[in-house]
T-cell receptor, first 116, second 115 residues
């Protein structure tokens, strides 16, 4: 079974440019997460989807970040315009089922963004 | 508020040594889950274990073992007879009912196993 697939793996852009990241979760996983991992830190949640609905986006900087999960499968995270402080690894994760604590999330390899 | 503390930031050992990674957590909930993930240089977070707050039994899986102690709010991870392939960053994480189902991670601990 394929794991969580993210692309691109690496992205270098100039500040003020837009950038988008794509995530394909594990087949059948209803819940999808985007996390941001700064250098030397643990990941921090940006947004959580249950199917196509964003049920927790409280930590998503909405002035420049947006996300969508059309049809409840693939998801895209966008930053426009990017700032130097956005340099980080953006991780996508998915989990089977909706709600509940008794399941684990599976993570993709992440997209390493460098803003110059 | 939820919080996970991994006091050690980096450990270096020689192959075959045992190593313990500490994890201390804070939560107000009585129902919660604790996790350990491994992040090798390739970048993905690899799930290692999930433990619920009502099960304090220690667990062993091959060379890995976990010691959960609610009295000290700790969930420590021991690798026995470490191998070079164990070199990675290890994260402890917490998920509870009050946290909107998100995982709260510690800052991670980088383990280097030298041959």
């Amino acid at each position: 079974e394929a794991g969580v697939v993210q692309s691109p793996r690496y992205k270098i852009i100039e500040k003020k440019q837009p950038v988008a990241f794509w995530c394909n979760p594990i087949s059948g996983h209803n819940t999808l997460y985007w996390y941001r991992q700064n250098l030397g830190q643990g990941p921090e949640l940006l947004i959580r989807y249950e199917n196509e609905e964003a049920v927790d986006d409280s930590q998503l900087p909405k002035d420049r970040f947006s996300a969508e999960r059309l049809k409840g499968v693939d998801s895209t995270l966008k930053i426009q315009p990017a700032e130097l402080g956005d340099s980080a690894v953006y991780l996508c994760a998915s989990k089977k089922g909706l709600g509940g604590l008794n399941t684990e999330a599976f993570f993709g390899q992440g997209t390493r963004l460098t803003v110059v | 508020a939820q919080k996970v503390t991994q006091a050690q930031t980096e450990i270096s050992v020689v192959e075959k040594e045992d190593v313990t990674l500490d994890c201390v957590y804070e939560t107000r909930d009585t129902t919660y889950y604790l996790f350990w993930y491994k992040q090798p240089p390739s970048g993905e977070l690899v799930f290692l274990i999930r433990r619920n707050s009502f099960d304090e039994q220690n667990e062993i899986s091959g060379r890995y073992s976990w010691n959960f102690q609610k009295s000290t709010s700790s969930f420590n991870f021991t690798i026995t007879a470490s191998q070079v392939v164990d070199s990675a960053v290890y994260f402890c994480a917490l998920r509870d009912q009050g946290g909107s189902e998100k995982l709260v991670f510690g800052k991670g601990m980088k383990l280097t196993v030298n041959p």
